[in-house]
């Protein structure tokens, strides 16, 4: 099986390009607001861009179960092109704000309409690729995007800056979303047969199922292990390089790299690895590994002594933990769903996975400046080492029947039964 297999079913095809052009405008977004919030705010730009985050979070959180209930009878390609032609209007809007509080409401604005068009997005894949080696070379091509927009985006920022002013990032995160708009409108998006009960039910239908089905739960247990290894990355990484060790931004930037590239290595090699081992081995290896590669920057930052070399394979082992964990995740979901509940799956496990964050980046960022990165880190690595044992505890259960509970989200047709 090969990624250009793939690649030639023309529906995938266009949606994977609109993901892509969608996260590339996203990733200017990134840095044209860090800039915005430093012309509005001057030094209290942290401060503007951690509640930007904090609203990301709570959007992704709390408004994504919401927006699914709202729009799951409308056709799935309408809820996509919406959602984009929102994001592209606030991206569009944003160059014109001059309070901080109009960029609070506008952020969370747009990041509503992403919590809408990612679960959307994520629940059509398995409808489109029905054989299931087809959709696990999808899932490492949509982790592989995910990590080439986190290096590529800075650098295509960073051009477009030398010849303009960092207005013209957001022309381009406008730009990103309508192309991305345009391809969806273009393509057969397949129509999901939307679950008949009442709207209260409907809006806790996803969360049930992820708490009643055996792997769903220790998939909730594996996603904060993985928000803790994330949590650490992408708040303490400059703290370490330039606070505790003096190095350059360049060093900042290579560190990041290197938890890049982990990620991007072994989403490459999941699809390989599937056919040799169950998911819950794969997955279980990654939550594993993030406790480890969390207790060895603990160690070293209890110790005092946060060499280079070690922070550098440190940060390699976390960035493929994460990707062992997050590439096979959909196809638990996809195994575990039929298309009346898919929706709300995705959408819980989008919302539960980014739950964590609301706990993890608090201990990165804020215990680490209060009292010591060490204390930090091993905090994040405790709770990484607990999420990883529950994960295996949970797996380990035997004479349990998955998903019965979760059956009776749709009466007309049982959930999937979970393969080992």
């Known amino acids: 099986m090969s990624a250009s297999r793939v690649l030639g079913n023309r529906v995938f095809r266009r949606l994977f390009a609109a993901q892509i052009v969608a996260l590339g405008g996203t990733g200017l977004l990134t840095v044209a607001l860090s800039l915005l919030a430093y012309d509005l705010a001057g030094p209290a730009a942290g401060a503007v861009l951690g509640t930007v985050l904090a609203i990301k979070m709570l959007a992704y959180v709390f408004v994504a179960p919401v927006m699914a209930v709202m729009t799951d009878r409308l ?20 160059p014109f704000v001059g309070q901080v509080w109009q960029v609070f409401v506008l952020v969370f604005v747009l990041q509503a309409a992403s919590a809408t068009f990612t679960p959307a997005f994520q629940a059509v894949i398995p409808s489109v690729l029905t054989d299931e080696r087809d959709y696990t070379r999808a899932l490492s091509l949509s982790r592989l995007a995910y990590d080439l927009e986190a290096a590529a985006s800075p650098v295509l920022a960073a051009a477009m800056l030398m010849v303009m002013s960092y207005n013209s990032l957001f022309a381009g995160t406008v730009v990103g979303f309508l192309l991305s708009a345009a391809l969806v409108l273009r393509t057969a998006v397949p129509e999901i047969t ?11 239908s996803g969360l049930r199922i992820m708490l009643t089905h055996r792997e769903l739960r220790a998939l909730v247990a594996m996603n904060l292990a993985v928000a803790a290894a994330t949590a650490l990355v992408m708040v303490n990484t400059v ?16 560190l990041l790299a290197g938890y890049g590239a982990g990620s991007m290595t072994v989403a490459l090699l999941v699809p390989r690895l599937l056919t040799v081992l169950t998911d819950r081995v794969v997955m279980l290896a990654g939550a594993g590994a993030a406790a480890g590669g969390l207790v060895v920057v603990a160690m070293v930052l209890v110790a005092g002594d946060p060499s280079r070399p070690v922070l550098a394979g440190a940060w390699v082992l976390l960035g493929a933990a994460t990707s062992l964990v997050n590439t096979p995740a959909g196809r638990l979901l996809r195994r575990a769903s039929t298309e009346r509940n898919r929706t709300a799956l995705f959408t819980a496990q989008f919302s539960l996975s980014h739950a964590g964050f609301l706990l993890t980046y608090p201990i990165a960022g804020w215990v680490g400046a209060a ?18 044992l529950a994960a295996a505890w949970i797996m380990a259960r035997r004479g349990a029947a998955d998903g019965q509970d ?14 080992p």
């Open 75 to 94: 056709p799935r390609r309408a809820v996509l092109v919406c959602a984009d032609l929102t994001r592209a209007a606030v991206a569009l809007l944003l």
């Open 371 to 388: 009292v010591n990165q060490g204390l930090a880190a091993v905090t994040l690595a405790i709770l990484a080492s607990i999420a990883a």
């Open 239 to 254: 703290v370490y390089v330039r606070g505790m060790l003096g190095g350059s931004a360049a060093e900042v930037a290579m």
């Open 406 to 419: 979760a059956a009776r989200e749709s009466p007309s047709r049982p959930v999937a039964e979970s393969r």
């Open 194 to 204: 939307p679950d008949g009960a009442p709207w209260r039910r409907r809006l806790f």
